[in-house]
């Protein structure tokens, strides 16, 4: 059964940090984070592929987030700094089987993790 189970979400003030982790049940050709924030649509962070290498960031979020990926553990994870209440969503992990110069868009991807909760106070 293909799972994809995300942890490390949480409150946090403006200006801390959290990093995010998504344990996949398989390996996956490019894993990505997106995040929906209420009243939004869903809108793409940043994926990274089975190499390392790192896709497209946000431009929201380039310069204060990393992705990485730890391919033994088939895990992603998110590193968030520099937090800002604009930040506040529910983030999504995603896994692609196959990599798709779409992979800025839902449709690119196979799977999708449960989501996990954001806050961040002013």
């Known amino acids: 059964q293909v799972q994809l189970v995300e942890s490390g979400g949480g409150l946090v003030q403006a200006g801390g940090s959290l990093r995010l982790s998504c344990a996949a049940s398989f390996s996956s050709s490019v894993m990505g984070w997106f995040r929906q924030a209420p009243g939004k649509e869903r809108e793409f962070v940043v994926a990274?592929?089975?190499?390392?290498?790192?896709?497209e960031y946000a431009d929201s979020v380039k310069g204060r987030f990393t992705i990485s990926r730890d391919n033994a553990k088939n895990t992603v994870y998110l590193q968030m700094n520099s937090l800002k209440p604009e930040d506040t969503a529910v983030y999504y992990c995603?896994?692609?089987?196959?990599?798709?110069?779409?992979?800025?868009?839902?449709?690119?991807?196979?799977?999708w993790g449960q989501g996990t909760q954001v806050t961040v106070a002013s």
């Open positions: 995603a896994a692609a089987r196959y990599y798709s110069g779409s992979y800025h868009l839902s449709r690119a991807y196979d799977y």
């Open positions: 990274i592929r089975l190499s390392g290498e790192r896709l």
